[in-house]
């Protein structure tokens, strides 16, 4: 049964820095795409960031872009995320998310539906 465990999560201040893990289990996965998203209160589950396996290519939403970096160790079957320059609008549930294939990928990083797993989350909250 594929499982994947994030942790990480904490409150931290404005301008602060947070290390989010997500932890794969059952699943080949250095031939995963993997994916951050994050969830707000009263709001929908947004993207925040993705590495594709087939290209080693890393992509980001806007609003993260030189403040986050995604990364991954293909021997440890773990994704991280590290969030620098934290804000209180980066205040969310945040989840990991596998997507492995058997064939090259090119198939959206940025859209949740094409992800076919997914962690139970963990909580990031930022204070000004």
């Known amino acids: 049964q594929v499982q994947l465990v994030e942790s990480g999560g904490g409150l931290v201040q404005a301008g602060g820095s947070l290390r989010l893990s997500c932890a794969a289990s059952d699943i080949t996965f250095s031939r995963s795409t993997m994916g951050w998203f994050r969830q707000a209160p009263g709001k929908e589950r947004v993207f925040v960031a993705a590495?594709?396996?087939?290209?080693?290519?890393?992509y980001y939403a806007d609003s993260v872009k030189g403040r986050f970096t995604i990364s991954r160790d293909n021997a440890k079957n773990t994704v991280y995320l590290q969030m620098n320059s934290l804000k209180p609008e980066d205040t969310a549930v945040y989840y990991c998310?596998?997507?492995?294939?058997?064939?090259?990928?090119?198939?959206?990083?940025?859209?949740?539906?094409?992800?076919?797993?997914w962690g139970q989350g963990t909580q990031v909250t930022v204070s000004s």
């Open positions: 590495s594709r396996w087939s290209t080693s290519n890393t």
């Open positions: 998310a596998a997507r492995p294939s058997i064939s090259s990928d090119y198939a959206p990083v940025d859209q949740g539906y094409t992800y076919d797993y």
